[in-house]
């Protein structure tokens, strides 16, 4: 048997940003790939410390593969690379060796760490603009300058449903969401429900946060209690008002319809990341008349929220509803940043739709983050 | 201090993991993944917090007489599994006893306060479900290898959990047709042009639309279809146009909002989610 001609142009060098230990390979594909004796099976790639060898394999690849990231070098050390070609096995032949070519070296490569990510400078210039504008109007708001916040709907009703649970009798639930603490939503979840479960000590209602993971019934129950302590009610905080179901999605909702059916509650919020279970929880809310609120940055279950609830905080509400609720002015005031923002994210989606509409494509990589 | 360790831990650690996505030298990178292997670690003992708390909830509600008969039942299950548990220290045994002894506090810990409730039996049924799916994972099903088919846990979950997750997944599809019927009612303009994407975009994703697309013309690629024409068109146009606008505005504010919080949190301006004001 022929074996196949070898790869040429074999190119190492090293990972760009990254914090170091990897050297990229390149090489040109075999003239007997798709071409020629047509007769390339895989590649093998291998690594040694000097042109002449010895060589180790660090890598097989199967045919049009021409690029390999080797992730285990030393910083600071050359490396030289040679590829080796493998024919197919022979039909007639299949307990045969296929042959093999092997490429000429590579030119030295040595890995090294950056220092700065140069795929996300884009992302980080983003970042210190929004970063500014909130911290600006941030201090602004802590001079003592008016800020004005447009109204949320759904926000100016907590009150409304506090007091109607309390009228009624009957428990307020707040469900913070199926994620755990490292979700961001959660984290805004809780943060609302500090300020409903305020209100909730104050009007004397009755509250029931059951929870679907472990650290966020600890942290609920932080703010909860806390929250009782603030409204001058530490006698009617009980430890288990939060309290912990399932981790698992579909048993949490088998668990919260069932209470929403037996205990018939007059008031729901949902605060969190919701997934399927969304509509199943909203649902049976809405079957029992209780007043709804919800809030998620999951665009996918918003329409479902939308449907069921009474009123929906769309994405960024959420974010914004425990500093609409406290009021604070340091607070409102980096709610007043983000607009800059989106201030700017308009005037780059005029300007992209303006260059699009003229056939001016090759700026937009500028705004990849990598 | 109560209050400060915490929003100095979220402060380092939120610093940290803005810094190693722009800056990839060490030691941001390793520190990064420290912090979030710390965090799995915590979650994972955390759990105890929770199926503990869930217990003892149970317990509550079941009243002194049956609170007893089911403390001995399960006390008499957790010596038969700790009898027939493999030999393996953390795989076995060791997990039945700790939870034996945990158990036997948070019975007596409850029997002053127990009284039966009208959901004594959902309690029962958890008390049950956890010791049984205890048992039957440490005990009888080979120690660690408890995850594999063929043991008593995998029939158990097999048998008993996916059936149950699968109906509560497939109610869905109810809850949907309800929802809907509500939603697309055309009391207002809105709530009609809603009506009216709704109807392409649902007749444009079956198969009638496949046939009905042989008899029309396809008005949004002005070429006779082959393909579904013009509802499938009118389904792609409102899935790809309108749909993913609005979508993508809602991302942009989210995104924003994200920062926003996070900045918040990071310097301790929000701190309610640790009990501050």
């Known amino acids: ?370 | 201090m109560k209050r400060e360790i915490p929003l100095i831990i979220t402060g380092v650690v939120g610093i940290v993991f803005i810094v190693q996505f722009f800056i990839p030298h060490e030691p941001f990178s390793s520190l990064s993944d420290i912090f979030s292997d710390w965090f799995s670690i915590i979650e994972a003992c955390a759990i105890w917090l929770g199926a503990l708390n869930l217990i003892k909830l149970s317990l509550d509600k079941l009243g002194k007489p049956m609170l007893l008969v089911t403390s001995a039942i399960v006390v008499v299950a957790l010596i038969v599994g700790i009898v027939g548990a493999p030999d393996e220290f953390l795989a076995g045994r060791f997990p039945l006893i700790l939870f034996a002894v945990a158990f036997l506090l948070m019975a007596l810990g409850q029997y002053s306060r127990s009284k039966m409730k009208p959901d004594w039996f959902f309690a029962l049924t958890t008390i049950a479900s956890f010791v049984i799916m205890l048992i039957a994972g440490l005990a009888f099903s080979g120690g660690r290898t408890f995850q594999e088919p063929g043991t008593h846990y995998d029939y158990l979950y097999r048998s008993v959990y996916t059936p149950l997750s699968s109906t509560m997944f497939a109610m869905l599809a109810f809850f949907v047709a309800s929802a809907s019927y509500r939603a697309f009612r055309a009391r207002n303009r809105e709530a009609a042009m809603l009506l009216v994407a709704a109807f392409f975009v649902m007749a444009g994703r079956v198969p009638l639309a496949e046939f009905l697309g042989t008899l029309t013309p396809d008005a949004f690629s002005g070429a006779w279809a082959t393909t579904g024409g013009f509802l499938s068109g009118a389904a792609d146009w409102v899935m790809n146009f309108p749909n993913a606008a609005g979508q993508r505005a809602i991302m942009i504010g989210i995104a924003l909002g994200i920062v926003s919080t996070s900045l918040r949190i990071i310097l301790g301006i929000e701190r309610s989610h640790i009990g501050g004001e």
């Open chain 1, 1 to 370: 048997m022929t074996p196949p001609a070898p790869p040429a142009n074999i190119l190492a060098d090293d990972a760009p940003n990254d914090a170091g230990g990897a050297i990229i390979v390149r090489w040109d594909k075999s003239p007997d790939e798709g071409a020629g004796l047509d007769n390339v099976g895989a590649y093998q790639l291998l690594r040694g410390r000097s042109p002449n060898g010895p060589f180790d394999t660090v890598g097989t690849m199967t045919a049009g593969m021409t690029e390999f990231n080797d992730g285990d070098v030393e910083d600071g050390i050359d490396y030289y690379y040679v590829v080796e070609v493998i024919a197919l096995p022979s039909p007639d032949h299949p307990n045969v060796e296929p042959p093999v070519s092997i490429s000429r070296p590579s030119q030295p490569a040595r890995s090294s760490a950056q220092w700065i990510h140069m795929g996300r400078l884009n992302s980080l210039l983003a970042v210190v603009i929004l970063a500014s504008s909130i911290l600006y109007f941030i201090s602004k708001a802590k001079g003592g300058e008016k800020l004005f916040i447009r109204k949320i709907a759904g926000l100016e009703a907590v009150d409304e449903a506090v007091g109607r649970a309390t009228e009624m009798g009957r428990k307020i639930f707040f469900i913070p969401g199926i994620q755990d603490m490292n979700n961001v939503q959660t984290i805004a979840g809780v943060t609302i429900l500090g300020r409903v479960a305020k209100m909730a000590a104050t009007y004397d209602a009755k509250l029931d946060v059951p929870v679907p993971r472990s650290l966020v019934m600890v942290a609920a129950r932080e703010t909860v209690k806390q929250a009782y302590l603030d409204a001058g009610r530490p006698d009617a905080y009980d430890e288990d008002m939060v309290h912990y179901l399932t981790d698992d999605q579909f048993g949490y909702a088998a668990g919260v319809d069932g209470m929403f059916v037996r205990q018939k509650p007059a008031t729901i919020f949902y605060m969190g990341a919701f997934f399927a279970e969304s509509l199943i929880l909203a649902e049976t809310g809405n079957s029992i008349g209780a007043i709804q609120i919800a809030g998620t940055a999951m665009p996918a279950q918003l329409p479902f929220f939308v449907a069921a609830c009474d009123y929906t905080l769309i994405g960024e509400e959420l974010f914004a509803a425990s500093a609409y609720l406290s009021r604070e002015p340091k607070q409102l005031g980096s709610l007043k940043g983000q607009d800059v923002g989106k201030f700017f994210i308009l005037l780059f989606a005029i300007g992209g739709i303006l260059l699009a509409t003229f056939g001016v494509y090759n700026i937009s990589h500028w705004f990849l983050v990598r």
